[in-house]
């Protein structure tokens, strides 16, 4: 399979994720304590281990993206251990591909238009991906290496802005 591409980007940690990770270190210890003041069974303590883990394993994700003639899968895989696929488009449901700025990306949220951010850290070029399904725009922003924007010029040639 000469058309296929598969790229692995390690995901953004923004606040959210860091606030999301503080809370699970923090849970167990805190759940002690307040078992310690009030006499409460160790259900509680018991009960936050869980939570903690699952806390834990949500705020460490990778994003998968899937290129196959002109077919865009992206998938989320969790901890390196589950996977959830986001989005799933077809070359018709591709509007238009173009390199990020920040002016483009404020005028897609002004549109009202959904930006997902799956772009990751990566050193690659930033590009937009706007697409529409049911009725509804959504744009990505991916995290591209040369193979992978060959590719989309290849099958996607009307669709690309410079």
């Known amino acids: ?71 865009l899968s992206v998938d989320v895989v969790y901890h390196k251990s589950s996977r959830k696929k986001l989005i799933q488009c077809g070359k018709e449901e591709v509007l238009e591909i173009r390199p990020f700025s920040e002016e483009t990306k404020e005028q897609y949220q002004r549109s009202g238009a959904a930006v997902l951010d799956i772009a990751g850290f990566g050193e690659n070029p930033h590009y937009f991906y706007l697409v529409q399904k049911e009725g509804k725009r959504t744009v990505l922003l991916l995290d591209c290496p040369e193979k992978l924007i060959k590719e989309m010029q290849l099958y996607s040639r009307e669709k690309w802005i410079r």
């Open 1 to 71: 399979m000469e058309n296929y591409i598969e790229h692995l980007v390690k995901g953004k940690k923004g606040t959210k994720e860091y606030m999301e990770r503080g809370v699970a270190i923090a849970l167990p210890f805190l759940f002690v304590f307040i078992l310690s003041l009030f006499s409460i069974p160790l259900l509680f303590c018991v009960i936050s281990l869980p939570i903690s883990y699952f806390l834990w394993t949500r705020s460490d994700k990778e994003y998968e993206y899937l290129y196959m003639a002109g077919d």
